[in-house]
């Protein structure tokens, strides 16, 4: 079979152990770790999840390895815990047994103690340990590591690789970047110490040169040790490139495999993590410099999901591995369907960061595009119907497009009906703002999947009670969506005046001085791109705060990119009347200003299509209603009940 991307699908050997191709699954924290510190089956199945779907290797994430100066509610492995090494040994064994390398990231929090606990509060009852004493942006005291507890903590390493290995674990990740333990000790920022491990960059490489070689001589040789590093923690007072090279160098002798990131986490998340306002691989370039001066395999990771990009990257050699996490959240699949020709199939990462909040808000996990995250133990197989049914799915937004995918894929004959000339729903207006292109994809993706699973798809066709009753069918998922919220304000009918769902439609209309009127999410994005462009842009918002309907990992994102980008903010103020000059709004106190612009963009807001659901709610003997025709949501939410609800009919 010829690979249409030869060299992202060709099988690498590091140290004794060779890996199926190039794509691995970066490190993802786990979903359900038990009040003892072991891996919940529900972790298991998620990190299962991606070896069935072909990456190469899959790590497990974080183990912590010195609990005793570490108070992180994160994996333990130790032989004293009941369960602990049987959950590791049983995590291994899961992801092995479908072909993939099990690994496992050790790790140490060091002054950040405390991150991963949903209740922040606690963290005030933990002790903080680093290289220095400080105090913390939060305020939490920092005290210095003594050299006692350095070489405990170092032992502690090696002790937690050999059960490692023991459990069935065939590679390590040593997490060395990020702004945790080792990462601390290797920066200038805040390593401040005065003794052998402080001062001169061979004294800061010191710990983690340490932490290698206890490990390697706890696993042996031939035994891969991956070692994950920022290549620079681009911030001022952290290392650079150039130091992030010569830290590589003096480190390659004791690895196998170096996995370059980039900056520091509680200084720069979405440097860390790459957000939808910056290209992907935007830290590439970091691996491929480091490569040049290494003599041992380098991979690179950062909001890569496109095989045309990770295929380059190989083939000209900035980086021998690629490493994805939120990408393999969005399609586990990603790698069988590059290995098979299918890339075409790919669902891609929206960088929307639904993933890493919800883990922050509520301890699980969840993507907006693929409905199986978190859930894993419901059962990951799309299991045939005992009877064939005729399904009518109303609506080809992302909800309907779900469920008629699988619906399909349970063998029931599926008919989807749109009213527009084009599937996608609200997805096909993001067409028009690059940074959200990948939205419009989706609705692109799901429209080509649906077509592929068999579903009859029809067009300019207005789903109505007489409809649904002449097409006689068993079941009927109403997918209606939402409609643009339009108050009755003087002048926001007028010419002047774009709905934001319709901006990609009427882009040309938006003059040089524009006043978006609604700061919610939409609205806030739809300024970002209007002012990347050049505009003069007013951001108008009746409450105190913008973007509320955010989520908590991209919220902080956007509202810096709105300041970055010289929006001129108007918070407390209400639109009252529209006129050719702008929108007249008033303040808190009642009084009356002129928020300049020649054109306003319309986005306060959607709410559901419920007199359609009404009238269809009768016309069949299954009806299910999903998304936002229930109430205005979100994308994940409109996905995840299409999927269920498909499942539901019988």
């Not at 990190?47 to 333990?76: I, N, Q, W």
């Not at 998340?269 to 003599?295: D, Q």
Request: net charge negative; glycine share 10%; hydrophobic share 40%.
């Amino acid at each position: 079979m010829e690979r249409k991307y030869p060299n992202l699908c060709k099988p690498i050997k590091i140290g004794n152990v060779y890996f199926r191709n190039r794509m691995f699954s970066a490190p993802m924290g786990g979903t359900d770790i038990t009040a003892e510190c072991t891996i919940g089956r529900a972790s298991t199945a998620f990190y299962e999840l991606r070896a069935k779907g072909g990456a190469a290797a899959v790590t497990v994430s974080e183990c912590m390895v010195h609990p005793e100066t570490d108070g992180s509610h994160a994996f333990h492995l130790d032989l004293k815990t009941v369960g602990s090494l049987s959950s590791f040994t049983y995590t291994a064994d899961a992801i092995r047994r479908h072909g993939a390398i099990a690994s496992v990231e050790l790790s140490h929090s060091g002054q950040y103690a405390g991150t991963y606990l949903t209740d922040k509060d606690k963290k005030r009852g933990l002790a903080q340990w680093g290289p220095s004493a400080g105090v913390r942006p939060d305020g939490l005291e920092v005290k210095e590591l003594t050299e006692e507890m350095i070489a405990d903590i170092v032992e502690a390493y090696g002790k937690c690789a050999a059960l490692a290995k023991r459990a069935g674990f065939e590679m390590v990740m040593v997490h060395g970047g990020h702004g945790w333990l080792i990462n601390q000790f290797l920066s200038p920022y805040f390593n401040k110490r005065k003794d052998k491990y402080g001062g001169s960059l061979e004294n800061r490489v010191r710990f983690a040169q340490e932490v290698l070689d206890s490990i390697r001589k706890a696993v042996g040789p031939g035994f891969p040790i991956e070692f994950r590093m920022s290549g620079s923690e681009l911030f001022e007072g952290g290392y650079d490139l150039e130091e992030g090279i010569q830290i590589a160098k003096l480190l390659e002798s004791r690895i196998d495999l170096l996995h370059v990131s980039a900056g520091t986490y509680q200084r720069g998340f979405a440097i860390t993590h790459p957000s939808m306002f910056v290209p992907h691989g935007c830290n590439v370039y970091l691996a491929a410099e480091i490569k040049k001066h290494v003599n041992i395999p380098v991979a690179t990771v950062g909001a890569l999901n496109d095989p045309e990009m990770m295929e380059e990257i190989i083939a000209s050699g900035k980086a021998d591995v690629v490493e994805m996490a939120r990408a393999l959240l969005a399609d586990h699949e990603l790698p069988n369907k590059i290995m098979s020709n299918r890339d075409k199939d790919i669902v891609k990462c929206l960088r929307c960061f639904t993933c890493m909040a919800e883990r922050a808000t509520t301890s699980t996990r969840r993507c907006t595009v693929n409905p199986l995250i978190g859930r894993e133990l419901d059962g990951t197989e799309i299991i045939p119907a005992a009877k064939q049914r005729k399904v009518l799915v109303a609506g080809g937004g992302p909800g309907g497009l779900e469920a008629a995918i699988t619906a399909a894929k349970r063998g029931h004959k599926v008919i989807l009906c749109e009213k527009s000339n084009e599937l996608g729903g609200i997805l096909k207006g993001e067409r028009a703002i690059p940074f959200k292109h990948e939205m419009y994809e989706l609705g692109v993706t799901l429209a080509k999947l649906a077509e592929d699973a068999g579903v009859e798809i029809r067009l300019n066709t207005t789903v109505t009670k007489e409809y649904v009753e002449k097409e006689n069918v068993d079941a009927l998922i109403i997918a209606v969506g939402s409609e643009p919220i339009i108050p009755q304000i003087p002048g926001l009918d007028g010419d002047n005046v774009i709905v934001v769902n319709n901006y990609y439609l009427e882009k040309n209309k938006v003059t040089d001085e524009v006043v978006v009127l609604g700061g919610g999410l939409a609205g806030c994005e739809a300024a970002i791109h209007l002012a990347r462009e050049g505009k003069t842009v007013h951001l108008v918002e009746m409450r105190e705060e913008l973007a509320i309907d955010a989520n908590i990992r991209h919220r902080p994102i956007l509202l810096n990119e709105i300041q970055k980008c010289n929006i001129n903010v108007h918070t407390g103020y209400k639109g009252v009347r529209v006129t050719e000059e702008g929108v007249i709004c008033v303040d808190v106190n009642g009084e009356e200003h002129l928020v300049p612009g020649s054109s306003v963009i319309c986005a306060l807001g959607q709410k559901p299509r419920r007199d359609i659901v009404d009238e269809l709610i009768d016309c069949a003997p299954h009806v299910a209603q999903i998304g936002d025709c229930v109430k205005a949501s979100t994308i994940t939410t409109a996905i995840y009940q299409g999927y269920h609800a498909a499942l539901d009919i019988n």
